[in-house]
């Protein structure tokens, strides 16, 4: 379950809302696109923009987690940033086999 408090990205949340639509607008083009039997080609360069979108967000939030989450454990505890450091390390592992 998330923990009750300010996250680092809560920082930038509009921006990153923004963004989330932007790709959310992405994905209903496609539908779109393969509603209207569009070539499968330029579905297919959509998905991957839509991707790269993605992409980008998740390492813009990755890279605020470091930077604020994995931080602010270190000030805490050793043990602390160890988890925090393990957490990030499997979040790093996801984003590479999707």
Same mark, same amino acid.
């Given at each position: 379950?998330?923990?009750?408090?300010?996250?680092?990205?809560?920082?930038?949340?509009?921006?990153?809302?923004?963004?989330?639509?932007?790709?959310?607008?992405?994905?209903?083009?496609?539908?779109?696109?393969?509603?209207?039997?569009?070539?499968?080609?330029? #579905?297919?360069?959509?998905?991957?923009?839509?991707?790269? /979108?993605? %992409? &980008?967000?998740?390492? *813009?939030?990755? @890279?605020?987690?470091?930077?604020?989450? #994995?931080?602010?454990?270190?000030?805490?505890?050793?043990? /602390?940033? %160890? &988890?925090?450091?393990? *957490?990030?390390? @499997?979040?790093?592992?996801?984003?590479?086999?999707?």
């Amino acid at each position: 379950m998330a923990e009750e408090h300010s996250h680092p990205y809560s920082k930038r949340k509009d921006a990153h809302l923004r963004r989330l639509r932007r790709v959310e607008g992405q994905v209903r083009g496609l539908q779109r696109m393969v509603d209207d039997d569009t070539y499968c080609i330029d #579905v297919l360069t959509q998905v991957s923009a839509a991707t790269r /979108a993605l %992409q &980008a967000f998740a390492l *813009e939030l990755l @890279e605020e987690h470091m930077a604020g989450c #994995v931080v602010e454990a270190a000030r805490t505890s050793d043990e /602390a940033a %160890q &988890a925090k450091v393990r *957490e990030a390390a @499997e979040a790093i592992a996801r984003l590479v086999k999707s």
